[in-house]
């Protein structure tokens, strides 16, 4: 044992908080990699990430990966990019090292173990022999009987020869830890007091038949040994809480502290899960949506700065956030809010970084931009900004601005029936005629003129040219449109509103 100790630089059994290294706030997000980042977990690395920017103390990447049917290196791979998407940048963790690694569970069974070894020796723990098909039967048993299944402890004291039997029978025993009877009390940053009844839980599995670690002990121990000082997670851990409590008094680990932040529900009042649509970071992600939307939206899941600001920058947020001020009760997650928030974002974002992060999504709607003018596409890019609440949404504006020919909206068609339509897109078309291109000024005093001569009101001057421009009957303001069509494209347009005013429907 104390070979391994040295080895793995384990700290002393019996050291106490104030014996680590520095008081340095150290937190950690430890997903599985069974699956993608979702809102769920996403929030919680978010708030752990938040506590240690907040407190100048050190975020942990910690792969829990001891379920290797479950586990993938390609869910591994997809919650690092996810995370470094949202610029969530980790001090320690599997990819970049650090003094406490290594940072992957799997890794670690070796560590594990030794300390399985430790508590029987200890006589906190013991080999079961109990097979799952044995242990399914009883439980069973129990729940036919309307009483909650608990391991019945009939392995805690066998006998030599009982043992030998197992063993001769070629049954691998699992490690049970021993859960004596009393309450186990946790003081939670954020749900206050809580005690646990320790009959309840009954004597649990550390180590199983296969050597491999259960979640319970693999978390306890590379807590401790990362010197993990607060445990911020998701209140659906807090049922692990207890047994996590009792191993790290069993093993002589100062106690940590612990955070359970609130659960995220559907609008349905539901966990929020796969069910619900679009939960997922990646999904998010290709639905262009923006890291600092989605950081601030998130932040508010959960927490409230107080008052009634919504949209924060992250610099307020890292200033402000306190696990104090984190909710008891549940958060709603509510994707048409987001899709608000991203609005705003991608409003007020830097135009160059906007036009940048767009041209992917422009490029995936087949459009070819390498020979695009970069000070145009800026243009056009800060036209239709107001317009999107999403990346993907500038499919809605790619043929007005790289198309030739539009389709034109039924609601679209009526409008150019009416009476007056013809005349004003025939004194468009004149002007357009007239001029290399139609400038914002051209257009300001075109349409001046058209309303003065024609006394129209203002609908019924701009429908008309809203529809022959564009198709439709929404969209970005007019006067910022023009000056980026060339002129032939502006004319084919107009002709084929006229054709439209004028009936000759075949066409279309
Ligand atoms: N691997 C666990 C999970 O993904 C981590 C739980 C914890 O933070 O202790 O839920």
Redesign the pocket.
Known sequence: MMEMLKRYNLPNRRSKIEDRKSNKVRVRF???PTGYLHIG?ARTAFFNWLYARKEGGNFILRI?DTDRGRSSERFERIILEDMRWMGLEWDEGPDCGGGFGPYRQSERLNIYKEYASQLIEDGKAYNCYCTPDELEKRRDELLGRGIAPKYDGRCRNLSEKERIRYEEEGRRPAIRFIVEEGMVEVDDIIKGNISFNCNTIGDFIILRSDSVAS?NFA?VIDDALMEITH?I?GED?LPNTPRQILLNRALGFPPPMFAHLSTIMGHDRMQLSKRHNGVSIEYLKKKGFLPEALLNYLSLLGWSPGGEVEIIPLEDIIKRFSLERASKGAAIFDPDKLKWMNSIYIRNMDLERLTDILIPFIRGEGVDIEGVDRGWLERMVDTIRDNIETLTSVSDYIDIFFGTDINICKEGIALLKDNSAIDVIKAVRDEIREVDSITHDIYIKMVSSIKKRMKLEDKRLFMPIRVALTGRTKGPRLDRIFPLIDKEILLKRVDKALDVCTQNLEKF
Do not use: K, L
Request: zero cysteines.
């Open positions: 430890a997903p599985s977990n829990e979640y978390a445990i997670r851990h």
